[in-house]
C-alpha cells in the first residue's frame, strides 16, 4: 500500500527550519521493515496545493499522514479538508505534538486517524490494517480512529524502550536535500544537518510540554547506531556541520564517552552543535566534546534569575550556568544562550540579575537570542496557570481567534503593560550587547 507523510507549511517558505526528521523516521522504518512504500512529502519548500494533489494521483497513494505541532494544526486541518474533498477515498491521519498533548478532536475537520508519541509502528498497523481490509482499528494502541460518527480512543502504552530499530534514516527519500538550507545564527559557520540520538526529556519546565510527550522519560539510541546514522549523513551531506537536536546530547558521560570510541574507531572526523543545560556541563565532557569535534553548544539559559528560574521550574541556578558557560568557553566552544524575557513574575530587576549573570559567565550579547513572548503551548503548567487570565473562557483549540494576539496560531501572553515592560526589559538587554558586543 502507498502513503505519504507531509509537512505543511506553516511560516511560508521556512527553509531553515529543515526537513522534519520524525516523519523521516517513520518513511525509513515502514519502507524497510514491510512491503509498504511510504514517500515524504514537504510542503516547506513547495506549499502549492495542486503539486502535491498530483503525486498523490500519480504514486496511487491511499493514505496521507499530516503532522502537526500546534502552531500548525489549522495549516494540517485545511490540507485535510482540501485533500478530502479531492480523493474521496484517501484514508487521511494525523499524527505530532499537538494531539499528543490535546485530545480534541475537531469534528468538522475529515481525520481518519488521530496517532500519539512515536508513529512509525501505529502508522504500520494502520497500513496493514487497511491492506487486510480489516477496519477493525481497536487494537491499535495509541491511535484514536473514526467508527461511524465518533472517535474511539484507543489504550495508550508507554512509550516504546528500545529505539535502535526505529532508528536509521533512508535519506533517499529527501527528494530535494540540496534546497534546505540549514543555518545557525552564527556568522561564517557552515550550514548544518539536523540528527537525533535520543527521545525524550525527563524535566518538566513549565513553559514546555516535553514531560507529556515521553511519559518524562529519555530514550537513547546505542552509540553503535547512533554512529551508523552519523556516517549515512555525513556521506549524504558532505562538508556539513551535524547539529544534534536531542534535548539533552550530554546527559549521561558514559555514554558520551562511548560515542567517543566508536566514532575514533572508525575514524570519522566531523563538526557538530548540540542544545544542552548547565547541568549536564562538566570538564570531562566538554574536553571529549571537544576532542570529538563539537563546534558549538546551544543553553535553554531561559534567565539569570534564581527566582524566575525557580517559577519556571528549571531546576538549574545561576551559579551552575555561570560555571558551565565558563568551562565551555574555555575549551573554545561557541555558545548560543536563549533566553525568556516577560516570563509571567519575571520584573526588571530580573532582568538586571540575568545581565549579571551574563557577564559572570563571560557571554556577550551577540551569543543570546531573545524570545520576548512567553507562547502559551498546550499541555504547560504556565498555559494552565494563564489561560483563565489571557483567553476566552470557552477557548478551544479547535477554534480560530483572529482578535487573539497569536503566535503563528497559538496564544501569546500579551497586554500593553507586557508591551510596555517588554520594552524596558529590551533596553536593559542592549545595554548588554553594547557594552559586551
Ligand atoms: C528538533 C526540534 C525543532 C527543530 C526542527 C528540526 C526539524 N526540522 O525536524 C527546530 C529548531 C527548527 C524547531 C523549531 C520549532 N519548534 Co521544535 N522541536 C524540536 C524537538 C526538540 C525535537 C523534534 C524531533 O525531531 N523529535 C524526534 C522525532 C522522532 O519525534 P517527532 O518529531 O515528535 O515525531 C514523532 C511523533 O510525534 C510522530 N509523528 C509526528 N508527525 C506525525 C505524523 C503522522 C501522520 C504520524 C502517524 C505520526 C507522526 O511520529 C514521529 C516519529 O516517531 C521537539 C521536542 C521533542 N523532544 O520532540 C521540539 C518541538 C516539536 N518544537 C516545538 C516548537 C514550539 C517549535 C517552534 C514553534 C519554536 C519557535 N518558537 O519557533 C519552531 C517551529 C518550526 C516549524 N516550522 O515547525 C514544540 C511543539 C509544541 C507543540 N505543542 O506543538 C516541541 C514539542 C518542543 C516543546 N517541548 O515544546 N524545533
Ligand atoms: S525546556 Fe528543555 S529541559 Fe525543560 S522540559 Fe523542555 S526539553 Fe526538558
Redesign the pocket.
Known amino acids: 500500500m502507498n502513503a505519504v507523510?507531509i509537512k505543511c507549511s506553516?511560516?511560508g517558505s521556512?527553509k531553515g527550519?529543515?526537513?522534519?526528521?520524525?516523519?523521516l523516521?517513520?518513511a525509513s522504518f515502514i519502507n524497510r521493515v514491510s512491503g509498504h512504500r511510504v514517500h515524504y512529502y514537504d510542503m516547506?519548500l513547495d506549499d502549492d496545493y495542486s503539486h502535491l494533489a498530483e503525486f498523490i494521483q500519480a504514486n496511487d497513494v491511499a493514505l496521507a499522514?499530516?503532522?502537526?505541532?500546534?502552531?500548525?494544526r489549522h495549516s494540517a486541518y485545511d490540507l485535510a479538508k482540501r485533500l478530502r474533498r479531492d480523493f474521496a477515498d484517501l484514508k487521511i491521519?494525523?499524527?505530532?505534538?499537538?494531539h499528543?498533548?490535546v485530545r480534541e478532536f475537531p469534528r468538522n475537520v475529515p481525520v481518519d486517524f488521530y496517532?500519539f508519541?512515536?508513529?512509525?509502528i501505529?502508522?504500520l498497523k494502520i497500513l496493514d490494517h487497511l491492506e487486510a481490509g480489516n477496519h477493525d482499528f481497536s487494537d491499535i494502541q495509541d491511535i484514536a480512529f473514526l467508527s461511524e460518527t465518533a472517535y474511539c480512543l484507543n489504550p495508550l502504552q508507554t512509550v516504546k524502550k528500545d529505539i535502535d530499530d526505529?532508528s536509521l534514516i533512508d535519506w533517499s527519500l529527501l527528494k530535494r536535500a540540496e534546497d534546505y538550507q540549514l543555518t545557525l545564527p552564527i556568522k561564517g559557520e557552515p550550514e548544518i544537518v539536523?540528527l537525533?540520538s535520543s527521545?525524550?526529556?525527563p524535566f518538566d519546565c513549565s513553559f514546555?510540554?516535553?514531560r507529556l510527550?515521553?511519559f518524562r522519560t529519555i530514550r537513547w539510541m546505542s552509540p553503535r547506531v547512533f554512529v551508523d546514522e552519523l556516517e549515512k549523513v555525513l556521506q549524504t551531506f558532505p562538508g556539513k556541520m551535524v547539529f544534534i537536536?536531542d534535548?539533552h546530547f550530554l546527559l549521561k558521560s558514559k555514554r558520551l564517552n562511548a560515542i567517543h570510541e566508536e566514532v575514533r574507531a572508525r575514524g570519522i572526523e566531523f563538526q557538530w552543535g548540540a542544545y544542552t543545560r548547565a547541568d549536564a556541563v562538566d570538564e570531562q565532557k566538554i574536553k571529549i566534546a571537544r576532542e570529538m569535534g563539537c563546534r558549538m553548544l546551544s543553553f535553554g539559559f531561559e534567565s539569570g534569575s534564581n527566582r524566575v528560574l525557580k517559577l519556571m521550574n528549571k531546576r538549574i541556578t545561576s551559579s551552575q550556568q555561570i560555571r558551565a558557560l565558563r568551562i565551555v568557553k574555555k575549551h573554545g566552544i561557541v555558545t548560543r544562550c536563549s533566553l525568556i524575557l516577560n516570563f509571567p513574575g519575571e520584573t526588571l530587576v530580573d532582568v538586571l540579575r540575568t545581565v549579571v549573570t551574563l557577564l559572570r559567565a563571560g557571554v556577550k550579547g551577540s551569543e543570546t537570542i531573545v524570545?520576548n513572548k512567553v507562547?502559551l503551548?498546550?499541555?504547560t503548567a504556565v498555559f494552565e496557570k494563564l489561560r483563565d487570565t489571557f483567553l476566552p473562557a470557552d477557548f478551544s483549540w479547535e477554534r480560530k481567534y483572529p482578535d487573539l494576539p497569536a503566535y503563528k496560531d497559538v496564544p501569546i501572553y500579551d497586554s500593553w503593560l507586557i508591551r510596555v515592560r517588554t520594552r524596558l526589559k529590551r533596553l536593559i538587554l542592549k545595554a548588554h550587547r553594547l557594552l559586551t558586543g
Open positions: 507523510v506553516t511560516f521556512a527550519f529543515g526537513f522534519q526528521i520524525g516523519l523516521y517513520i516547506q499522514g499530516i503532522t502537526c505541532n500546534s502552531h500548525e491521519a494525523v499524527g505530532g505534538a499537538h499528543t498533548i496517532v508519541n512515536d508513529g512509525e501505529s502508522l526505529i539536523p537525533l527521545r525524550g526529556c514546555c510540554a516535553a510527550m515521553n537536536y534535548d524570545a507562547i503551548f498546550p499541555g
